[in-house]
């Protein structure tokens, strides 16, 4: 007896094979010939299998009659070719044994359809629908073209860590990291103790791992880190996570060019990959949720992306006609409706943005021979808006702790970052792509809250 998967039991080549699937009831039909057609479905594909149980069984009238939406079983029986629409194959049952009941009163996915929002409270229960199912395995078919991409390219996979004492992005959104009470802190007005604290000094929860990356690429050349960053700010929009997953690149000797060129090479491979290898999840997106995602991906795998600076996207948004809530101006930093006019309406398509002005980016990108601007990108694609953003790294000692006077930064709690520079400088570049805006801009999904198992959000951390 052979145990497979749903998805192998579907496949043609099974036919003639006695095997035993498992795997939850989607739904139960009774056939007036006195037997019953289950749904069964195992998350190994979107489809479920059909299974035929004949009123012979043993427990037709006692148990296979009465399962229902959410019960789990194990089915023994055969595979047989079918005569059904949309399915090659079901399942002839010899045995089914019911290893768990749901209760329909009370069981949440009785009832066929939820909203996104509804199922958000049931975290726990969601990945057991067909948009849930299928976000996982594009989800999964991504993080996997995100280490084929870099492993094939010769990137060392880095952990950096989780816990920090630097900000990178030096945006003071951090979720600080402590074990002192909470609730035996001075309230007089006196300072906190932090030589007291587990690390002797504050420490936070990462906002990104480029700076130890940068470390690993001016020593080891090519390297990425891909793990959950955290964000304490209060944007509560459809695009933002207190906790994502990013994948940062880091590449020794490449300047913003090399790094744009990179950046597009990457995002181009991993949709490509979920059209190859998801092709009956993203139908399904294509169906129920964005009726654009296929030809999208497929148009931006087979074309450049525009690159445009700074300086230039801000004329065209000055002089497109369109009224923004936010004003543009040279200096002022981008909204998400001016870059997704740009990306959405002006290009119709992916643009890199790059050179913006120093005021506006961290102390880390590179300034250029003008002194206005750095040498920062900024992806965007249509519907979501940045999806990459990266830059040439500062390389040059003096500029750098220039920089960081400048932001009020103290050289002296970064000695290690300027080390870099001390011994053996050299020209680096880098970018951040955050997992779920890619999966976002994949499956066409509208919030972002949908493409994470457990979302964190402002006011929200269940399970
Ligand atoms: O543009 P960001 O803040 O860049 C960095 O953190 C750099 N240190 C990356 C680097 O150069 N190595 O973030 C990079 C990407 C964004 O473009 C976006 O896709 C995603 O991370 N991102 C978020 N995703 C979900 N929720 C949030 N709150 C996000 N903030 C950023
Ligand atoms: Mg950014």
């Known amino acids: 007896m052979e145990k497979i998967s749903v998805k192998d039991a579907r496949q043609a080549a099974a036919i003639g094979k006695t095997v035993t699937v498992r795997g939850w009831i989607r739904t139960r039909r009774d056939s007036k010939g006195g037997f019953s057609f289950l749904e069964v479905n195992d998350g190994s594909s979107l489809a479920s299998l059909q299974v035929i149980a004949d009123g012979n069984l043993p427990n037709y009238e006692s148990e296979v009659k009465h399962l229902v939406a959410g019960c789990s079983v194990a089915v023994e029986g055969e595979v047989k070719a079918s005569g059904g629409k949309g399915q090659a194959t079901e399942v002839a049952a010899r045995k089914v044994t ?79 990291v402590t074990t002192l009470e909470l609730d035996k802190l001075p ?29 690993f690429a001016c020593s080891l050349g090519r390297i990425y880190t891909f793990g959950p960053t955290f964000r304490a700010e209060n944007s509560n929009t459809s695009r933002h996570l207190s906790e994502f997953w990013m994948v940062e690149p880091e590449v020794a000797f490449n300047d913003l060019g090399d790094n ?18 998801c092709p009956e999840d993203m139908a399904f997106f294509n169906e129920h949720y964005d009726k654009t995602t296929i030809e999208t991906l497929q148009k931006i795998v087979a074309s450049d992306f525009r690159r445009v600076p700074y300086t230039e996207a801000v004329e065209i948004l000055e002089r497109c006609g369109e009224t923004f809530e936010f004003p543009v101006k040279w200096g002022v930093d981008l909204q998400s409706e001016h870059e997704r006019y740009l990306t959405e309406k002006h290009f119709q398509g992916p643009v890199i943005l790059y050179d913006y002005p120093r005021t506006l980016k961290p102390f880390y ?18 519907k979501v808006g940045e999806i990459i953003g990266g830059s040439q790294r500062e390389e040059r000692l003096d500029v750098l702790t220039g920089r960081m006077a400048e932001q009020h930064l103290r050289p002296e709690d970064y000695w290690w970052y300027c ?22 801009f994949i499956t066409g999904m509208a919030n972002i809250r949908d493409v994470i198992p457990f979302p964190r959000t402002p006011g929200s951390a269940e399970f």
Request: proline letters at 5%; aromatic letters at 10%; one cysteine or more.
């Open 260 to 277: 744009m060129d990179l950046a597009e090479r990457f995002l181009k491979r991993i949709f490509k990959d979920a059209l190859d290898q």
């Open 98 to 176: 019911v290893l768990g009941g749901a209760d329909p009163e009370s069981y949440p996915l009785q009832k066929k359809q939820h909203s996104l929002e509804k199922l958000r409270e049931w975290a726990h229960l969601r990945p057991r629908t067909n948009t849930f199912g299928a976000v996982t395995r594009v989800r999964n078919c991504v993080s996997r073209s995100i280490h084929n991409f870099f492993q094939e390219d010769g990137f060392l996979y880095i952990h950096t860590p989780i816990i920090t004492a630097s900000d990178c992005e030096g945006a003071g959104a951090m979720f600080r």
């Open 419 to 440: 080390d870099l520079r001390r011994y053996g400088t050299v020209p680096h570049a880098g970018f951040g792509l955050g997992l779920e805006r890619a999966v976002q």
């Open 365 to 382: 990108m590179r300034v250029n021979d003008d002194g206005r601007t750095v040498r920062a990108m900024d992806v965007l694609v249509p």
């Open 187 to 215: 309230r007089d007005g006196s300072p906190i103790k932090n030589e007291l604290d587990f690390f002797g000094k504050p420490t936070y929860l990462t906002v990104s791992g480029q700076l130890e990356g940068e470390i």
